[in-house]
């Protein structure tokens, strides 16, 4: 009866079902992933491998710190706008003109940030496509917050299977370019899902940035841009400090394990966007909604987490004998960090959803400064000190949790 009760909550209880379809998505593009990074280790060194990494982990930076927090905001109100393809367009052209600039300074910087890609800027026709993957993987993904924020994540799963599939058959095609050849495969794979994606989109996209709507967004998405610049940032500038600090190969080692073990992340963070685009369509049952979110997030993470505990090693194997040997034990402790992310994750959601915009700056910064400074102050450890810094991170921003719930007499 109980199991009954559940899948029946699961059908009708719209939570659930946006949540599910988001799980489903990242279920999906983690397994091609998985798929594409097999093919990937098999075609290509582990140096390729690493300085492929450090490049997408560049890439998505830079598409994160474009996007200034507008895909979030595009999650909190495009359900209510009564100008939905003006505040669309008007988001994407305006992070697409960040991103050109962000793109281009990186280029011109690049003996700075990362002298390991250093041939960005010797090969012209290297450093032009970049800025064009930049771009587009910016549109790529603030259209996924669009779906996400219509509560149309059908959508999502259409548009990342669209791009998976693309870019294992680019992965073959383009080996001949080596590291490059692995980055083009995803970066020129997102544009052309974002092309595609557009027929399934009625709302038309122009080429404008209207100034009322930008400035009504701006606080809620600037608030937003920094603390999601603080959550995200360390899983991409992690990858670059190994590489200028280690080597590109344990830099491959670090990235495959992250890879395998964003499979379990995508729980708490589908739940908690699904929680976020429907706290904000209907606040009243916000509380019966977290607990639901924790409930579900939890029935899905522990058995995963033992999963990965138990087979982890041999999932590793899949990359190759040195994958397994060298980043098995960094795979256990990143697969128990999402159980520590979920309790950050709904609350962060819980706070944009009563615009308490400081407190989600705050602790996410607090899991930002705790992982790099712990991740780098260990990193004479290699990956075992980097997996020590993550799981500090998460834990750091748990007991702020607990402190404001708390104080707050569990009141959130």
């Not at 080429?207 to 603390?227: E, P, R, T």
């Not at 400064?369 to 748990?398: A, D, K, P, R």
Request: aromatic share 16%.
């Amino acid at each position: 009866m109980p199991i009954k009760n559940t899948f029946e909550e699961l059908a009708n209880y719209s939570l659930y079902k946006n949540a599910v379809w988001l799980i489903v998505n990242s279920v999906v593009i983690s397994g091609f992933g998985f798929l594409f990074w097999t093919v990937v280790a098999r075609l290509y060194s582990t140096t390729q491998v690493g300085l492929a990494s450090t490049l997408i982990s560049s890439l998505e930076l830079i598409s994160m710190l474009s996007l200034m927090g507008f895909n979030i905001s595009l999650v909190r109100y495009i359900s209510k706008s009564d100008e939905k393809s003006d505040m669309i367009s008007s988001c994407l052209m305006l992070s697409g003109v960040i991103a050109l600039i962000i793109s281009l300074v990186y280029i011109l910087l690049i003996d700075f940030f990362s002298p390991s890609l250093a041939f960005l800027k010797d090969v012209r026709i290297y450093s032009v496509l970049f800025v064009i993957f930049v771009v587009s993987y910016v549109f790529f993904t603030h259209i996924e917050s669009v779906f996400i924020g219509l509560r149309k994540s059908k959508l999502v799963l259409i548009k990342n299977t669209i791009f998976s599939v693309f870019k294992i058959v680019f992965s073959f095609l383009l080996v001949f370019l080596g590291a490059y050849g692995i980055f083009s495969s995803m970066a020129l794979s997102a544009l052309i899902a974002f092309i595609l994606i557009l027929f399934f989109l009625k709302i038309k996209i122009r080429l404008i940035i209207k100034k009322q709507i930008i400035i009504k967004m701006l606080s809620f998405s600037l608030s937003n841009y920094i603390a999601n610049s603080f959550r995200y940032a360390p899983a991409f500038i992690l990858p670059i400090i190994i590489t200028n600090t280690i080597n590109p190969e344990t830099t491959a080692y670090f990235y495959i394990a992250m890879m395998i073990s964003n499979i379990l992340f995508i729980v708490p963070v589908s739940i908690s966007n699904s929680l976020l685009a429907e706290g904000s369509h209907d606040i009243n049952n916000l509380k019966e909604n977290v607990k639901k979110s924790l409930k579900f997030s939890y029935m899905v993470l522990i058995p995963g987490f033992i999963f990965v505990l138990i087979f982890g090693s041999y999932l590793l194997m899949f990359f190759g004998q040195s994958y397994s040997e060298n980043a098995s034990l960094l795979l256990k402790m990143l697969s128990f960090s999402p159980i520590l992310f979920t309790v950050n994750a709904v609350y962060i959601s819980v706070m944009n959803i009563r615009h308490m915009i400081k407190k989600v700056v705050f602790v996410n910064f607090l899991i930002f400064l705790g992982t790099l400074f712990i991740s780098y102050e260990m990193i004479s450890f290699g990956l075992v000190g980097i997996g020590i810094g993550w799981l500090s991170g998460q834990f750091i921003g748990n007991i702020f949790v607990l402190l404001d719930i708390i104080k707050s007499k569990g009141v959130l």
